[in-house]
């Protein structure tokens, strides 16, 4: 090694301590600074902060969040938080940058409800609504077991089924039929319970139960008593509820995100066909409708005789009773039916007759409001 070598070297040192030098300020400068911010962060996070919650996380990270009823806010990819649909977040004041998880409350609160069930009824337990079962095979069994036979055809299955009738004439029945036939999950949801036991919450539980849903395919989500949040403007029952316009609104974008995907189907049920929003019977949502209608006299004897299968009956004429039910619905009869075995209890009979039908019918003809008041179905 010459002596120029080593000087070189000795000059190579002095620089490189130099340097040293001068990144060991610039540490100590950005370590100050870092104070400054996480100062001003915990600043940020004293002042009054927004709870919101995570409506949708987008592919790309973003995430669409909502506050105040209705204000929805889109925010940049959160490198810190990885918050989850569904999730209860902290925003910030202003900017509204999630700065906090509160809680997965709503998602674990729906997955606790069993809203999901295996209803264990079948088609022979629905009397007299032989066009009813073969319109909802058609449009939710099919494309449910056969979603090929339409691809083959090269058109869209339809997507729902709106079951439009009076009370207690075997719309549930006949939902709950058409999951065990098919082979699905069965999400059962009821408007008034989406309007009054979840106040405040009815457009999340909206969005939860469809997320649900995707977890769970092949699957049927059955919205019961629709019209406790699909009311038109006009009509005289509008309250004109802003959460139940949200969990409406909620509904609608949920059904259409979900619109012609594979293994999903709804079907919704209503008293009041008449004061629907027309929009959710457009195509891609419950575009197809099954109309109920009291039962006539044959029908009536056929329902009779399903709910007297398992009884013990000696010498009964149903179709007497069946001739003398004017006006009574699916429910009526079974009500009728246990009323009448009831009857046979009371009298520590062991076989129901004719006698204890009458007595049975003549009660609950005889009420001064009718039928209609005296049994709910
Ligand atoms: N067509 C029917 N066949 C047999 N039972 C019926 C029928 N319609 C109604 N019922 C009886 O009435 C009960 C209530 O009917 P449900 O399906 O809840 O009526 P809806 O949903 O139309 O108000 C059923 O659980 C069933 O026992
Ligand atoms: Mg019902």
Redesign the pocket.
């Known amino acids: 090694m010459t002596e120029s070598d080593i000087k070189k070297i000795q000059k190579k040192i002095v620089s490189l301590e130099q340097s040293l030098d001068k990144k060991d300020k610039e540490i100590e400068k950005l370590k100050k600074m870092l104070d400054e911010y996480q100062g001003f962060l915990d600043q940020m996070k004293k002042q009054p902060l927004i709870i919101g919650s995570v409506e949708r996380v987008l592919k790309d990270g973003r995430i669409i969040a909502s506050h105040a009823p209705g204000n929805r806010v889109l925010l940049q990819p959160n490198t810190f938080l990885k918050p989850e649909a569904g999730d209860s977040v902290v925003l910030h004041g202003q900017s509204l940058q999630i700065l906090d998880i509160l809680s997965k409350k709503i998602r674990d609160h729906v997955v606790g409800m069993e809203l999901i069930e295996s209803p264990s009824v079948s088609f022979e337990d629905i009397g007299g609504l032989d066009p009813q079962i073969e319109a909802i095979r058609e449009i939710i069994e099919l494309p449910l077991l056969h979603r090929e036979l339409f691809d083959q055809i090269g058109i869209d299955p339809p997507t729902g089924a709106l079951l439009s009738g009076p009370?207690?004439t075997g719309?549930?029945?006949l939902a709950k039929a058409i999951a065990t036939s098919s082979k699905a999950r069965f999400i059962h949801l009821v408007g008034s319970d989406l309007v009054q036991k979840f106040i405040g919450e009815g457009s999340r539980m909206v969005r939860e139960v469809f997320s649900l849903a995707k977890e769970n395919l092949p699957a049927i989500i059955f919205i019961?008593?629709i019209d406790a949040i699909a009311v038109k403007r006009t009509s005289e029952v509008y309250k004109g509820d802003r959460e139940v316009q949200r969990t409406f609104m909620q509904l609608l974008s949920e059904l259409d995100g979900f619109a012609n995907k594979e293994g999903i189907m709804f079907i919704a049920?209503t008293n009041r066909e008449d004061v629907l929003d027309p929009a959710i019977l457009r195509p891609g949502r419950f575009d197809r409708i099954i109309k109920f209608d009291l039962p006539n006299e044959e029908a009536r004897l056929m329902i009779l005789k399903i709910h007297t299968r398992k009884m013990n009956l000696n010498n009964v004429d149903l179709e007497e009773i069946a001739k003398k039910t004017e006006g009574f619905s699916g429910a009526h009869i079974k009500a009728l039916v246990t009323e009448a075995g009831i009857k046979c209890l009371r009298e520590r009979g062991n076989k129901v007759i004719q006698a204890h039908f009458n007595k049975a019918l003549a009660e609950i003809v005889d009420k001064e409001h009718g039928i209609k008041d005296y049994i709910y179905?």
Do not use: I, R
Request: net charge negative; charged share 35%.
């Open positions: 009370p207690g719309k549930t029945l019961d008593e049920a179905s």
